[in-house]
């Protein structure tokens, strides 16, 4: 069977990014965790080596998107050195899931028995956003044009996907805007993406000056990615 690989991009996670290890590390088929540190300036590196992680590190914050590519980077090294039946399937996760990681099997499963190219998580007990959800319904309803379906959280990070499909997602669409491109994108190539119901939580971004400038980002970001793809 084919080994998973966690991947988590990090910036400045340290409270939480320990404990999003040691429960990724306990999932079923994951053989390697590998935490990509976007240009963390706290205890994020030192924490997610604490827990077991593979750490590729970055001194400057390159955004999510080119932190995912790293780890997946990483994670080809991983095959080179320690192959397994195939290259390894790769899970994303977010630096702060804390214990809740431990509950993203059944993301996992579709992709292992071959019935999904790509899942997709839909948290089961949803956080109260501090905003107004633009920044989804703007990812929905591009996503809706294309595809012609609309998925229940469009920018989930949770995703387990092949190395094939990692690879038909290339390139990624830069920042916060990586999820809602890879739906489009592998949806067009006629990959199988399938959404699942999982019992996971993360932090909500607040209602205070910083959550306002990182909805923001997502904002420009996802529009960004959708202007090539939607137009």
């Known amino acids: 069977m084919t080994a ?4 988590i991009a990090a910036y400045n996670e340290a409270e939480r990014v320990g404990e999003t290890v040691s429960a990724a590390r306990r999932l079923p088929g994951v053989d390697a965790v590998v935490v990509a540190s976007d240009g963390s300036t706290d205890g994020t590196v030192g924490a997610a080596l604490d827990a077991g992680a593979v750490v590729w590190r970055t001194r400057r914050n390159q ?14 090294e991983i095959d080179r050195r320690e192959p397994t039946d195939g290259p390894r399937h790769l899970l994303f996760l977010d630096a702060d899931l804390g214990k809740t990681a431990a509950n993203a099997g059944p993301l996992i499963e579709p992709v292992v028995d071959g019935s999904a190219d790509m899942t997709t998580a839909v948290f089961a007990s949803r956080v109260k956003l501090a905003g107004h959800g633009l920044v989804v319904r703007l990812s929905g309803s591009g996503i809706r044009r294309v595809a012609g379906w609309t998925p229940a959280q469009p920018l989930n990070g949770q ?18 805007g990586v999820e809602t491109a890879m739906t489009i994108d592998l949806w067009r190539k006629g990959y199988r993406i399938v959404e699942v119901e999982v019992d996971m939580a993360h932090r909500a971004t607040g209602g205070d000056l910083a959550g306002q400038l990182h909805r923001g980002r997502q904002f420009v970001d996802v529009a960004r990615a959708l202007a090539p793809r939607v137009l």
């Open 159 to 176: 995703r387990c996907l092949t190395r094939a499909a990692f690879e038909a997602a290339q390139p990624l669409a830069p920042g916060f």
């Open 63 to 76: 955004g999510k998107a080119a932190a995912m590519l790293a780890g997946a980077t990483a994670v080809r």
């Open 4 to 7: 998973v690989a966690v991947v």
